[in-house]
Nanobody
Framework: QAQLVESGGGSAQTGGSLRLSCVAYRFTYRPNYMAWFRQVPGKEREGVAAIAAGDSSAVYADSVKGRFTISLDSAEMTVYLQMDSLKPEDTAMYYC?????????????????WGQGTQVTVSS
């Protein structure tokens, strides 16, 4: 089982920026996608952004399109999420994920390995 370690969460004001990082270790398979999800207590986990390991093509949830940017350093096996123009509704625990299954790239069923999460809090 791979290990994914997130960092970079914290607090920001509305309109501010944060950059999340996720370093992945000990893959026993070649992931075809890596992604960021977020979850607020009492709500379902939401796919935020996903990136293809092969060509770095990216997919975003409508709620973050134009504000968030996902990127991948394949050599370092690190995936980033640059979050700009933050809003209070972006407040959540953010999780990094990696996987090889089929299905929607923003669907959590595609992913087999998950990080522990990093909290992002945006104040108005």
């Amino acid at each position: 089982q791979a290990q994914l370690v997130e960092s970079g969460g914290g607090s920001a004001q509305t309109g501010g920026s944060l950059r999340l990082s996720c370093v992945a270790y000990r893959f026993t398979y070649r992931p075809n996608y890596m992604a960021w999800f977020r979850q607020v207590p009492g709500k379902e986990r939401e796919g935020v952004a996903a990136i293809a390991a092969g060509d770095s093509s990216a997919v975003y949830a409508d709620s973050v399109k134009g504000r968030f940017t996902i990127s991948l350093d394949s050599a370092e096996m690190t995936v980033y999420l640059q979050m700009d123009s933050l809003k209070p509704e972006d407040t959540a625990m953010y999780y990094c994920a990696a996987g090889w299954r089929g299905g929607g790239v923003l669907s959590d069923g595609r992913y087999v390995d998950w990080g522990q999460g990093t909290q992002v809090t945006v104040s108005s």
